[in-house]
């Protein structure tokens, strides 16, 4: 994979920090080669295994992760949550296996143009019936979205949320395939006390993970403390964890650079280290940061 480089004027950061920026970028590619030469335990059964079929994802998760796992992607608003989602989606899609994707935060219709945006056609996916929205946005405040959805939530019910889900995933006779998006657990935060949501997102892990072998990729903004509190439970709960935020260096210089840390992933070798990245057309890239000193010409000294 290429590498985009931003360069970080560091007008505002102390010694200390810059060193720690350094110190951190060795640590994280340290981290990559561990990872790539570490190997599953043998006897596994690798047709269990699916890789994200997103570069950088299958870069930090270079086995891939198992099929019946309960995936949070947790962080800071507008640091890619979405998108990463999306991205998995897609290929999932292109692999001509099934997607039900439940929609909280966006009105499916703008789900799908955006993606269409990408160059991702999902016309076909949808005719095919292989791409099934359940409309969680408008539903139920009586919103009719233009888009095709084959079930609308009428409610935030806990119970009637997973009874839908289920139905879709058995009408539509998906098992041991596919993906089911949920983006994002927010609103049920905002609805349910915490523990209610914890039980549902198990039911989730229990009924659709593991019990139908369907891998469940979930979003939670954490934008108060609160928030990231929640997350710090739930990571115990899920079987990979994957954290986002802001690149705080680089925004501070103009450079819109996230970073992603797969914190946890149950029974597969995982790439640690925060990685920064960008969102550009052609996907999520990775990014290398160099702090160039005040007064200095280049930032190839710091090396
Ligand atoms: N096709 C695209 N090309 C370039 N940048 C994009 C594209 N799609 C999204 N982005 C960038 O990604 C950023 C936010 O991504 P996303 O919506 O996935 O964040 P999020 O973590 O889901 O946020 P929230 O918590 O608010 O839902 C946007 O600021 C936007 O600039
Ligand atoms: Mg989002």
Known sequence: MGHLEAVVFANNSSPKELFDNYFYLNRHIYFHVLAASTTLVRGMDQEMLISLGVPLLDKLLPKGIWRNSFVLI????????????????????????????????????????????????????????????????GGRYGYETEAPVAERLRSLDIHAAVSTITRVLDSNKVSNKGAIILDSLNPFF????????????????????????????????TPTQLYADIAATMEYMVDVFIVTRYHAAAMEAGYSVKEILVKKARGVPVAYGWVPFMITDKGLEEVRIRVRLPGQATASGQQ
């Open 190 to 221: 905002q609805w349910h006390d915490t523990n209610m949501v914890y039980d549902f997102v198990n039911m989730l892990r229990i009924l659709v993970a593991k019990k139908r072998n369907i891998p469940v990729f979930a979003t939670l903004h």
């Open 74 to 137: 947790a962080g800071e608003g507008g640091t890619g949550k979405t998108y990463i989602l999306q991205q998995i989606a897609a290929s999932i899609l292109q692999r001509g296996e099934p997607v039900i994707y439940l929609a909280l935060d966006d009105d499916p219709a703008d789900i799908i143009a955006s993606l269409e945006l990408r160059g991702i056609e999902l016309k076909r996916f949808l005719e095919e019936g292989r791409l099934v929205f359940i409309d969680g946005y």
